[in-house]
């Protein structure tokens, strides 16, 4: 999937970024932050180079954000970002070694609270 107007001619490109080591991205696992605008935001994560394994996320399904980093993945500058969801086919994804992931946390809660918005879902916690 290097390619993203695969999901159609007006898809827009918010964020991408590879799975890292020692902070080079150096990895045949590709994350993406897709906008179908009016319609959609997708969280991808494409695994492979032969065979190719993507799973997606709506972000309006997106219940809780993670970030954990490693005393070596903080000297490379890099993190990993679990994102919890209700989505049946992929209840948990992981966004292994990213660049800056607090700044990539904070881009994908922002863009999850406006597709909220413009689709009138709430979400509440019940004890």
Known sequence: ??????FGPDVQL???DRKR???LPL???RYYLIRKPGQW???IQDIGFFTSKVEEVNLFRVDDISVFASFSNKFWGVGNIR???SDASCPELTLLRVKDPNKVRSLIMDL???ERK???????EFS
């Open 1 to 6: 999937m290097a390619d993203i107007s695969s």
């Open 14 to 16: 918010i964020w991408k």
């Open 21 to 23: 080591f020692c902070g």
């Open 27 to 29: 990895s045949f696992t």
């Open 41 to 43: 935001v997708k969280l």
């Open 83 to 85: 994102v919890h969801s």
């Open 112 to 114: 999850v609270e406006s």
């Open 118 to 124: 413009s689709r009138n879902v709430h979400y509440g």
